[in-house]
Protein backbone atom coordinates (compact mmCIF):
# COMPACT_ATOMS: atom_id res chain seq x y z
CA UNK A 1 0.00 0.00 0.00
CA UNK A 2 1.45 3.48 -0.70
CA UNK A 3 0.06 6.99 -0.71
CA UNK A 4 0.26 9.63 -3.31
CA UNK A 5 -1.18 12.53 -0.81
CA UNK A 6 -2.78 12.90 2.10
CA UNK A 7 -6.34 11.85 0.62
CA UNK A 8 -4.84 8.70 0.57
CA UNK A 9 -4.79 7.70 4.26
CA UNK A 10 -7.83 6.97 5.16
CA UNK A 11 -8.09 4.10 3.36
CA UNK A 12 -4.76 2.96 4.08
CA UNK A 13 -4.84 3.61 8.09
CA UNK A 14 -8.03 1.42 7.91
CA UNK A 15 -6.73 -1.39 5.74
CA UNK A 16 -3.38 -1.87 8.29
CA UNK A 17 -6.10 -0.90 11.63
CA UNK A 18 -7.71 -3.82 10.12
CA UNK A 19 -4.91 -6.40 9.36
CA UNK A 20 -3.16 -5.65 12.80
CA UNK A 21 -6.55 -6.58 14.71
CA UNK A 22 -6.31 -10.23 12.41
CA UNK A 23 -3.28 -10.89 13.54
CA UNK A 24 -3.25 -9.51 17.22
CA UNK A 25 -0.67 -6.96 16.70
CA UNK A 26 1.55 -6.29 19.75
CA UNK A 27 0.93 -2.64 21.49
CA UNK A 28 4.08 -0.69 19.54
CA UNK A 29 1.27 -0.82 16.46
CA UNK A 30 -1.26 1.56 18.04
CA UNK A 31 2.24 3.68 18.27
CA UNK A 32 3.27 3.38 14.62
CA UNK A 33 -0.13 4.34 13.33
CA UNK A 34 -0.24 7.41 15.62
CA UNK A 35 3.67 8.26 14.41
CA UNK A 36 2.30 7.57 10.58
CA UNK A 37 -1.02 10.31 11.34
CA UNK A 38 1.60 12.82 12.36
CA UNK A 39 3.15 12.31 9.34
CA UNK A 40 0.21 12.61 6.97
CA UNK A 41 -0.48 15.25 9.29
CA UNK A 42 2.18 17.62 8.32
CA UNK A 43 1.96 15.90 4.93
CA UNK A 44 -1.69 17.48 4.78
CA UNK A 45 -0.61 21.25 6.14
CA UNK A 46 2.16 21.00 3.45
CA UNK A 47 -0.53 20.31 0.59
CA UNK A 48 -2.58 22.90 2.03
CA UNK A 49 0.51 25.77 1.51
CA UNK A 50 1.11 24.15 -2.09
CA UNK A 51 -2.41 25.25 -2.77
CA UNK A 52 -2.21 28.50 -1.66
CA UNK A 53 1.44 29.56 -2.91
CA UNK A 54 1.65 27.02 -5.89
CA UNK A 55 4.92 25.87 -5.13
CA UNK A 56 5.96 22.68 -4.18
CA UNK A 57 8.68 22.81 -1.31
CA UNK A 58 11.75 20.21 -1.95
CA UNK A 59 10.81 17.80 1.45
CA UNK A 60 7.59 17.46 0.35
CA UNK A 61 8.41 14.47 -1.71
CA UNK A 62 10.75 13.31 0.48
CA UNK A 63 7.84 12.78 3.11
CA UNK A 64 5.64 11.45 0.54
CA UNK A 65 8.67 9.03 0.28
CA UNK A 66 9.03 8.84 3.88
CA UNK A 67 5.67 8.29 4.61
CA UNK A 68 5.31 5.02 2.44
CA UNK A 69 8.26 3.14 4.17
CA UNK A 70 6.93 3.23 7.40
CA UNK A 71 3.85 1.72 5.89
CA UNK A 72 5.78 -0.97 3.94
CA UNK A 73 7.40 -1.28 7.45
CA UNK A 74 4.00 -1.79 9.25
CA UNK A 75 3.00 -3.97 6.56
CA UNK A 76 6.16 -6.06 6.99
CA UNK A 77 5.95 -6.36 10.74
CA UNK A 78 1.96 -7.36 10.32
CA UNK A 79 3.42 -10.10 7.52
CA UNK A 80 5.98 -11.47 10.57
CA UNK A 81 3.25 -11.48 13.49
CA UNK A 82 0.79 -13.25 11.19
CA UNK A 83 3.49 -15.76 10.29
CA UNK A 84 4.41 -16.41 14.24
CA UNK A 85 0.10 -16.81 14.73
Known sequence: ???TSSLD????RSKLRQNGYKVGADPKFGKMLTHLDNLVRTLS???VDI???RKI???YHELIAKINDEIHEVEMILMVSALYK
Open 1 to 3: MQI
Open 9 to 12: WDGV
Open 45 to 47: NME
Open 51 to 53: RRT
Open 57 to 59: PNT
